[in-house]
């Protein structure tokens, strides 16, 4: 059995007036880019199908549709790394997410 001295401990007060806040500025803006891309994303994928069935593209049309979203996912994918080099990180994140 161990025992503590109470006066000797630090208090938890002392101690996280030295350490920075766990959710900065920069880390909530990610968190709200990310939250936009996959909401995004995941509309996109749930809507396309069902509005080229009801524009009267039928299955074989939803299916292509789907198709053509996910190529041009990767094919975004693939030229995100040379646009973050010409633009920077900020303007492809905002282009991707318009």
């Known amino acids: 059995m ?5 006066r000797n ?7 996280s ?3 920075p806040p766990l959710v900065s500025r920069p880390l909530l803006l990610r968190f709200i880019s990310v939250f936009g891309a996959s909401a995004s ?3 996109l994928l749930s809507v396309v199908p069902l509005y080229a069935r009801h524009s009267g593209a039928g299955g074989d049309g939803a299916g292509a549709t789907t198709g053509v979203l996910m190529l ?5 994918e693939v030229v995100a790394p040379r646009f973050i080099e ?5 303007v492809t994140l905002g ?3 318009l």
């Open 2 to 6: 161990t025992t503590t001295d109470p």
């Open 9 to 15: 401990s630090a208090s938890p007060t002392a101690a």
């Open 17 to 19: 007036k030295d350490r």
């Open 41 to 43: 994303s995941y509309l």
């Open 72 to 76: 041009a996912t990767v094919t975004g």
């Open 86 to 90: 010409r633009f920077g990180h900020r």
């Open 95 to 97: 282009a991707g997410l």
